[in-house]
């Protein structure tokens, strides 16, 4: 079985229940060009989500690497509420290096895109 792309991160160190629905909301978006460790220029995507874990909320800050086919419908007002948050692991379906994860919003289709790897940069317990 593969494991979830969240396993061995701080996410899970922090909350040990997590599960994809915990994540509401986007609460940050910053999308640039880079360099990536092959000195190749790709894209990046840092997102801030606001999850929900009971009665606990948390803000988590995530960098998405090499993303391509990036596409946002109905994104941009000040509430990007996200209804099935989900990231999959494509690694062993034979996809491009560069797809190896789809991470999208499989109910309301606000974001869906392709990366090639993603990090958990920052997780804090807000109030």
Same mark, same amino acid.
């Given at each position: 079985?593969? /494991? *979830?792309?969240? *396993?061995?991160? *701080?996410?899970? *160190? /922090?909350?040990p229940d997590f599960n994809s629905t915990n994540v509401k909301y986007i609460t940050d978006f910053h999308y640039y060009?880079?360099?990536?460790?092959?000195?190749?220029?790709?894209?990046?995507?840092?997102?801030?989500?606001l999850l929900e874990v009971g009665n606990r909320k948390f803000t988590l800050k995530m960098k998405f690497n090499d993303v391509s086919s990036l596409d946002?419908?109905?994104?941009?007002?000040?509430?990007n509420q996200l209804m099935g948050f989900i990231i999959n692991n494509l690694s062993e379906s034979g996809f491009e290096k560069n797809k190896k994860y789809l991470v999208e919003d499989y109910e309301s289709n606000i974001i869906k895109f392709y990366c090639a790897d993603l990090e958990v940069l920052t997780l804090d317990e807000t109030e």
């Open positions: 079985m593969m /494991k *979830e792309w969240y *396993e061995g991160t *701080e996410l899970q *160190e /922090k909350i060009i880079g360099y990536n460790s092959y000195y190749d220029q790709v894209s990046f995507l840092e997102i801030d989500f946002l419908l109905g994104f941009g007002n000040n509430y």
